[in-house]
């Protein structure tokens, strides 16, 4: 991952910054996957909860959210300023 992923946010940036740094995590996460020859029905990156016990990503403003949802219930929530800190989350399930 570039060395710019780890920089921190800036709280002000817009909504479509935002939604860059998510299209950025989420082509990083894919990219990860296919160097692991990961199983494609296992490679998912939602940002809305699934409700199915995998996980979503959230951004407020500079800090992502790693949620897990079954049946309308929240599970685990982590947060994180880090990019790489999702990643490791996303790639360890």
């Known amino acids: 991952m570039d060395n710019h992923a780890s920089r921190p946010r800036d709280p002000k940036r817009s ?3 935002t939604m860059r740094s998510i ?3 989420k082509s990083a996460y894919y990219d990860i996957a296919k160097r692991l020859n990961a199983p494609r029905r296992y490679v ?3 940002t809305t909860p699934q ?3 995998s996980a979503h990503i959230e951004s407020n403003g500079n ?3 790693y949620v ?3 049946r309308g219930m929240e ?3 982590r947060k994180t300023t880090n990019d790489d800190d999702i990643l490791y ?4 399930d």
């Open 75 to 77: 599970y685990e929530r």
């Open 23 to 25: 299209s950025t995590l």
């Open 51 to 53: 409700r199915d016990g």
């Open 63 to 65: 800090e992502f959210a």
């Open 89 to 92: 989350w996303l790639v360890g």
């Open 44 to 46: 998912r990156f939602a």
């Open 15 to 17: 909504p479509t910054e």
């Open 68 to 70: 897990i949802t079954e």
